[in-house]
């Protein structure tokens, strides 16, 4: 398992990560910023948490590596 994790209070709301990886990234109706799909939120840090297969990091290491502010990272 991999867990991508995004510091939600620096997103931008590009939008990139959500058009790079739809199934994983949505934007937030209403806040203009994207989160990961079925993440947890930490509400001490404000940082979303998603674990993914390996065989999913594909899409979500291209929505990581385009983020203009690096704000999502997958450990």
Do not use: H
């Not at 995004?6 to 709301?13: A, D, F, L, R």
């Not at 674990?51 to 983020?67: H, L, T």
């Amino acid at each position: 398992m991999a867990r991508i994790i995004q510091n939600y209070e620096e997103c931008i709301g590009c939008g990139t990560c959500a058009a790079l990886c739809p199934k994983f990234w949505e934007m937030v109706e209403g806040e203009a910023k994207a989160r990961p799909i079925g993440g947890k939120k930490d509400e001490e840090t404000g940082e979303y948490e998603l674990e993914v297969e390996e065989s999913e990091i594909g899409c979500n290491q291209e929505a990581a590596d385009a983020c203009p502010v690096q704000i999502i990272q997958i450990r």
